[in-house]
């Protein structure tokens, strides 16, 4: 059996509102530090090893496992206020809980005894799912496989988020019989090579590059099954692309309170306007108006999205999982469209100014760009269409 241990064990937390209380404290931490972050491309070892030490690792984890299982809308609302502090430190935690939740709804009860515990400890979960070489998103070819020594896994993967800064890899593999697998690979186990080799230029300290395996020995009790999730109805979906719109709507906000505090201390738009101060400007105060609006509705799309992911898990039905999936999609696709706005209204109201340039904003646009092609809005809206024209259920996919 492969037991890993945090580099410090975590603080318990209790409740819901605590956990929203410590995310508010980390991000009013970290927010101080984004701008030089992404500007030096300095990687936030510590800043995510102060996040999971603080136990919000562990505010999924079912009750049961020693957990508080937070609510899906209160995980949201904390992904948007780490999001808005950074959008790296923000999405990094994301796959930590996307395999907690195939854990959850795939996983042996020995499975989530062990793993769930090591969770509650502080250990932070990264990913290895993609593959940078594959034909197709869905196709990879990293394989876990049975030879006399036992299970080893190969392969190369890419887009590898949190992977740099974690304790274990959750990564996708073939197993023999040619369904997918979830191997939880201890990330200092001999044959893993993490990479840093992300070169976006947004989300720039997310870790998103490379992990290579080589002949790497894995524990049976490290497998949890992947491919039977989508076989039948389930929320692994749904549970991941919420996270993503809270991710958007965070990196939405930062953009738009940095805009705010740009617009209070400016003087005129323009000269000769007859207005003293941008924030008198009527246009200025109409975009910002509709701006906000638009933002308070990605929060209220967010709760109804997450209410029904909450139903879903507890009543996994076709029709449940894919209203959640259409509620889910609805937030992305709205979080995608605002975030991209936000990031835009900055500049188209801030101007090319060597201030903006100062604090580093052109980051919210370039984190918005990156982070919304995760898996583009483009496939939202036909979904969502439909399914309430035609009844056609979503695709069962960790991408709706």
């Known amino acids: 059996m492969t037991q890993v241990s945090p580099k410090q064990r975590a603080t318990r937390i209790e409740n819901a509102q605590q956990a929203l209380q410590v995310a508010q404290e980390l991000a009013e931490c970290f927010r101080a530090g984004s701008a030089q972050r992404d500007r030096e491309r300095e990687l936030p070892h510590t800043e995510l090893q102060q996040l999971f030490q603080s136990g919000l690792g562990a505010i999924t984890v079912p009750r049961d496992f020693g957990g508080i299982e937070i609510s899906t809308a209160e995980l949201a609302e904390i992904f948007v206020l780490l999001s808005a502090a950074d959008g790296s430190i923000g999405q990094v935690p994301q796959n930590h809980f996307y395999a907690l939740e195939v854990l959850r709804i795939n996983g042996s009860e020995a499975q989530k005894q062990r793993l769930y515990a090591e969770v509650v400890a502080g250990v932070h979960h990264g990913n290895a799912l993609a593959e940078f070489t594959s034909p197709a998103a869905h196709q990879r070819s990293t394989a876990v496989s049975q030879q006399a020594e036992g299970l080893r896994l190969n392969g190369n993967k890419f887009y590898c988020t949190g992977a740099l800064y974690a304790d274990r890899i959750p990564t ?84 738009f309170d940095d805009m705010l505090d740009f617009l209070r201390q400016r003087a005129r738009p323009w000269p000769d306007s007859g207005v003293d101060r941008a924030s008198d400007d009527p246009l200025t105060l109409d975009r910002t108006g509709r701006l906000a609006a638009r933002l308070g509705a990605g929060d209220a799309l967010l709760a109804i999205a997450g209410d029904a992911v909450d139903v879903a898990q507890r009543d996994p039905s076709a029709e449940n999982v894919a209203l959640a999936s259409v509620d889910v999609a609805k937030a992305r696709a709205w979080t995608t469209e605002v975030s991209l706005e936000a990031s835009n209204l900055l500049f188209e109201l801030g101007g090319s100014r060597s201030s903006l340039r100062e604090h580093n904003f052109d980051r919210h646009w370039r984190n918005a760009r990156t982070h919304t092609l995760h898996d583009p809005v483009r496939w939202k809206y036909p979904a969502i269409g439909n399914y309430l024209l035609n009844g056609v259920l979503p695709p069962r996919r960790g991408t709706i």
Request: overall charge negative; charged content about 20%.
């Open 172 to 255: 996708l593999a073939i197993a023999d019989d040619g369904k997918e697998q979830l191997v939880f690979v201890p990330r200092h186990q001999h044959g893993v090579n993490v990479i840093d080799d992300w070169s976006g230029f947004g989300q720039r300290t997310t870790g998103s590059g490379s992990v290579q395996f080589r002949d790497v020995a894995i524990a049976p009790e490290d497998v949890v099954p992947f491919q039977t999730a989508f076989e039948r109805p389930s929320t692994v979906g749904p549970f991941a692309q919420i996270m993503h719109a809270a991710i958007d709507q965070g990196i939405a906000r930062a953009a």
